[in-house]
């Protein structure tokens, strides 16, 4: 299995700049978690999906920030427009059900607003 | 709000010895704790659950402990090594399916 695959891995963009990160989840996993990570505020859970349905965006730091899951192997999450504070590495996760013991994470997409 | 606390200075110790990180819990009682190790550049890894029935839970060299008085978790690493560096993060879960994350604790064992 190849585990939750993220793109880009880094990602270097101005102020004001639209922001789409990439994820593909475990095939067969129907939860999948967006979680923003700082030294500031560690590991934040942004919003989550269950069988492609948002569940829970309450982590959503403001409008500028949407997220997608249009089938079970594809999510985005965007960030339009970008700001200096949303710099952090963002990480996808899955996991087979929201209450599974595990989730298992993908390598995390850092991303630097200038 | 709930909240998951972990030390924030780094814990250095020689390999060979036993490393032990603290994970402390306030606001509520997770049902279960997670502990993850996250490397550098990369996504945390799932190592252990222990769960609030639980007192003490064994993986090889790690041991994780949970005391619902104190409301504390410990994770244990045994004859520590350097590839045992790593940042240590504690999670807890109850309830809703958002896990609560600490900032994580980084470990460096010297040779």
């Known amino acids: 299995d190849a585990g939750v695959i993220q793109s880009p891995r880094h990602e270097v963009t101005e102020m004001g700049q639209e922001v789409t990160l990439r994820c593909k989840p475990i095939?067969?996993?129907?939860?999948l978690f967006w979680y923003r990570q700082t030294m500031m505020r560690g590991l934040e859970l942004l919003i989550y999906f269950n069988n492609n349905v948002p569940i829970d965006d309450s982590g959503m730091p403001e409008d500028r920030f949407s997220a997608k899951m249009p089938n079970a192997s594809f999510s985005t999450l965007k960030i339009q427009p970008s700001e200096p504070r949303d710099s952090a590495v963002y990480f996808c996760?899955?996991?087979?059900?929201?209450?599974?013991?595990?989730?298992?994470f993908g390598p995390g997409t850092r991303l630097l607003v200038l | 709000s709930q909240k998951i606390e972990q030390n924030s200075e780094a814990l250095n110790i020689q390999e060979g010895k036993t490393a032990t990180l603290t994970c402390n819990y306030t606001n509520y009682s997770p049902a279960y704790l997670q502990w993850y190790r996250q490397d550098p550049g990369r996504g945390p890894v799932f190592l252990l659950l222990i769960r609030e029935n639980e007192k003490e839970k064994r993986k090889e060299r790690l041991k994780v402990t949970f005391d619902t008085t104190l409301k504390q978790s410990l994770f244990h690493i045994t004859a520590s090594q350097p590839a045992d560096s790593a940042t240590y993060l504690c999670?807890?879960?109850?309830?809703?399916?958002?896990?609560?994350f600490g900032r994580g604790t980084s470990l460096i064992v010297h040779p």
């Open positions: 095939s067969g996993h129907n939860s």
């Open positions: 999670a807890g879960r109850r309830g809703s399916y958002i896990p609560t």
């Open positions: 996760a899955s996991s087979p059900t929201p209450d599974a013991e595990t989730q298992y």
